[in-house]
Nanobody
Framework: QLQLVESGGGLVQPGGSLRLSCAAS????????IGWFRQAPGKEREGVSC????????NYADSVKGRFTISRDNAKNTVFLQMNSLKPEDTAVYYC??????????????????WGQGTQVTVSS
């Protein structure tokens, strides 16, 4: 069964950090770009960050640039999202998704092929 599973969410104070993980099972991530998306209550889903197949290319939403870092370990079939200097407006359910790519690029749009179930991130004092 092809599956993406997120972990690492939780409750953190403003200014704190969390590291999200996205682990794949049933398929290899080597040929997939990976994106992180989030959705807050009453808001549309937005793209947060993405990373290309090799990890050589990344993109970030303006709202998280300089605070979030995406990385991947293809040997472990896992992608990470390091989130620093968290703000209350970062509160959302975070999802990872995979899209098969022939090139070594990524984008925060497009029809991603597989999605995880999401992990809750709450930033509050």
């Amino acid at each position: 069964q092809l599956q993406l599973v997120e972990s690492g969410g939780g409750l953190v104070q403003p200014g704190g950090s969390l590291r999200l993980s996205c682990a794949a099972s049933g398929f290899t991530l080597d040929y997939y770009a990976i994106g992180w998306f989030r959705q807050a209550p009453g808001k549309e889903r937005e793209g947060v960050s993405c990373i290309s197949r090799s990890g050589s290319s990344t993109n970030y939403a303006d709202s998280v640039k300089g605070r979030f870092t995406i990385s991947r370990d293809n040997a472990k079939n896992t992608v990470f999202l390091q989130m620093n200097s968290l703000k209350p407006e970062d509160t959302a359910v975070y999802y990872c998704a995979a899209i098969l790519r022939l090139n070594d690029l990524c984008a925060l749009r497009g029809a991603y092929d597989y999605w995880g179930q999401g992990t809750q991130v709450t930033v509050s004092s």
